[in-house]
């Protein structure tokens, strides 16, 4: 058996590079990031946000740019064979998942590194929050690549990919929401960042990161059989 | 081949009577027994049909999450049979949960929705959940392939529905003064024995359209395993049918 | 290469091998037997079966029913201890678009637990031996359907392995690339071989047995 570390490096190298050299998914998610906020400047008649609501218009953006990203997760290797050269090959499938999670929170990653700046450009009196916010954001893009890997390994061997993703990730992924949003809320009121029942709302992000990790590796064995 | 047919309809008869009778005493219980609550009146019964329905889908949804788990381990076609027809046969019960709820609502709130109801918000949001089964799975064209994934989609929702509840309940920022007590406490003892026995005929009720579905599925692949056998036209198959039993 | 095995044992036996797509038998009770170092060879007219046939020996596939032993390991029990020693190539050439030839050989050399120098000389002697070694930087996408057999045949054999599944494995090759072909997974190779092909004219002559199958006719091994 090849060691679990190499066959994840293998696979998540694959994926970082593959994506650099096309830029497929980043760019996308980014730019929808930012047009979303536009939309949400017009549709909300605001110039500024505070609060549940700028936290409200934060976290549905990222996850619906998030969502552009968890459809093309596999598309590789359903279309080009990957998933057949991964058991063909001498590794432990639950690598799969763990490297394509953790290429998911690569995403993750950038895209909150462009668009939450400019959200706060947009949007925020002040960049108070953003520290804080680091904490939060971090654990929700963890749930977050956990459910969308598990989601997207299924969806993308169906005839409905680009529909299934959406339709069962959204309710799958409300009590995160609720969970981000509620920690993020008090960090954006007026006045600087609050942390009314912060702490409370990162367990209860962690609690669901540790299920939905737990959940997604012991059953993608079962989703790589034929 | 018609064992299999008879194996799966064993106690079907005696559940079906007995289900019937615990309709018969619950109905009697609910309109001429349990006491007529002082605030709301003749509504509030509904209750019993209420959270009856809504307990029932939710342990059903769990039951389906135990049979996918059975699936994935015994690698048993039969076992996705039951996890589909019990996850089914929840979401028909809560629809009809959600309609008590609802009208409930309306009469004891004003509204036919409220937002401050957590079990109620949580509930919805499992219901979606569950909806989504039937597009994912008939979106997986392999047999094998589509009762593997629904399994793990079982699992996954199945786990999912305490977590939901938890968060749903937390977001509340105030604790909603609840009209009733649960069924744990406050409640008088007329009104408990009334809601346990409405309880018990509808668990009954799950179970009994359980096995009917089962026997019923035995039965029509049955028949076009035969048809197949005969090369009668028009038994194409194909991925959009219900998983069947063998 | 077939050294190591149990000269006594066949490398492959199959017995009463079934496949079954929801109602539709693909495979019904097929069987052979190969001795290590022989070639199979597999014929059929399209939909007999052949490349279910070979995904099953390769692992990808569960059989539904029947004996199969490959390398000494049950099917689909033991599938976990055969990975890493079959080459199988498919109509798919396994490789990803965006990567380039090397790139990707490198990929599949570290799925197999293959790294640093040793994987380099490997791929280079294997890229050389495809005449592919001046065109191994570009990507994937930018080679012909040819090229892409000849990049998938390296692969295949990338990790040494003991006995190779190949499905058609001329498609798409000129002259050259068959003579490289030949030399990499031909009868010379020292491989144990099961071989897909509408072509019998073209791999008879390298059969040691020949399986063929076709739909509702009883398998026969000549």
């Keep these: 058996m090849t060691p679990s570390r190499v066959a994840f490096a293998a696979i998540l190298g694959k994926d970082l590079r593959s994506e650099l050299r096309t830029l497929q998914s980043l760019p996308a998610m980014a730019l929808f990031a930012v047009t979303a906020f536009i939309i949400f400047r017009f549709g909300l008649d605001r110039t500024s946000l505070s609060g549940s609501l700028a936290s409200g218009v934060l976290w549905a953006t990222l996850l619906f740019a998030a969502v552009l990203g968890i459809n093309r997760l596999f598309v590789a290797e359903r279309e080009e064979g990957g998933f057949d050269a991964i058991r063909l090959a001498p590794i432990d499938r639950s690598v799969l998942f763990a490297a394509k999670a953790a290429a998911l929170i690569v995403y993750l990653v950038a895209l909150e590194l462009i668009a939450v700046p400019i959200f706060a450009v947009f949007f925020l009196d002040s960049a108070a929050a953003l520290g804080p916010l680091v904490l939060v954001l971090v654990l929700t893009d963890l749930g977050l690549a956990a459910v969308g890997t598990l989601i997207s390994s299924m969806a993308v061997n169906s005839r409905a990919r680009d529909l299934l993703v959406p339709l069962v990730l959204l309710p799958l992924v409300v009590p995160l929401m609720i969970a981000a949003t509620g920690a993020t809320e008090p960090l954006m009121i007026v006045g600087g960042p609050g942390y009314h029942r912060f702490g409370t709302w990162l367990m209860v992000l962690g609690l669901y990161d540790l299920i939905f990790a737990l959940i997604g590796w012991a059953v993608f064995d079962f989703l790589l059989e034929d | 081949m018609y064992g299999n047919s008879q194996m799966y309809g064993k106690g079907l008869r005696p559940l079906s009577i007995a289900t019937v009778l615990a309709f018969a005493v619950s109905l009697s219980l609910i309109f001429f027994y349990a006491p007529l609550e002082t605030d709301q009146g003749f509504i509030q019964k509904i209750f019993y049909l209420h959270v009856p329905l809504a307990i029932t889908a939710l342990v059903g949804f769990v039951v389906g999450a135990i049979f996918a788990v059975a699936h994935l381990r015994t690698d048993n076609r039969k076992w996705d049979a039951y996890s589909y027809v019990a996850i089914h046969i929840s979401v028909i019960f809560a629809v009809g949960g959600l309609i008590t709820g609802s009208i409930w609502a309306k009469a004891s709130w004003g509204h036919w929705w409220v937002w401050n109801e957590p079990t109620l918000v949580s509930f919805l949001i499992v219901f979606l959940l569950y909806c989504t089964y039937y597009p994912f799975r008939y979106a997986i064209e392999d047999r094998d392939r589509q009762a593997r994934y629904a399994s793990v989609f079982a699992v996954t929702a199945g786990a999912f529905v305490p977590l939901n509840f938890m968060a749903v309940r937390m977001a509340q920022s105030l604790v909603h003064p609840r009209v009733f007590a649960t069924a744990e406490g406050g409640m008088p003892g007329s009104m408990l024995l009334t809601f346990l026995v409405s309880l018990t005929a509808f668990a009954l009720l799950w179970t009994t359209l359980l096995k009917f579905e089962l026997v019923a599925k035995s039965a029509a692949g ?25 | 290469m077939p050294e190591s095995q149990d000269q006594e044992r066949p490398a492959v036996a199959v017995a009463g091998l079934r496949r079954d797509y929801g109602d539709r038998a693909a495979l019904d009770g097929v069987g052979f037997e190969l001795a290590a170092g022989a070639t199979l060879v597999v014929l059929g007219p399209n939909g007999a079966g052949k490349t279910t046939l070979l995904r099953i020996l390769a692992t990808l596939l569960r059989p539904s029913g029947g004996e199969v032993l490959v390398l000494g390991c049950a099917l689909p029990k033991e599938a976990w201890k055969l990975r890493g020693k079959i080459g199988y190539l498919g109509h798919e050439p396994l490789l990803y678009r965006d990567l380039s030839g090397r790139e990707n050989l490198r990929f599949h050399a570290r799925l197999h637990g293959i790294a640093g120098a040793a994987a380099e000389a490997r791929i280079e002697e294997l890229l050389a031996a495809a005449g592919m070694d001046r065109r191994g930087d570009d990507r994937v996408a930018d080679l012909s359907a040819g090229m892409r057999q000849r990049l998938a045949i390296c692969r295949c054999v990338l990790h040494r392995p003991e006995l190779l599944l190949l499905d058609e494995p001329d498609s798409n090759l000129d002259a050259e690339g068959r003579e490289a072909a030949r030399e990499l997974i031909g009868p010379g190779s020292g491989h144990t071989r099961v071989v897909v092909t509408h072509d019998p004219e073209r791999f008879l002559p390298e059969a040691d047995a020949v399986l063929r199958l076709g739909i509702g006719e009883a398998a026969a091994v000549t």
Excluded: K, N, W
């Design chain 2, 222 to 246: 049955q028949v076009r395993r035969l048809r197949l056998a005969l090369d009668a036209p028009g038994t194409a198959s194909s991925s959009r049918i219900a998983p069947e039993v063998h």
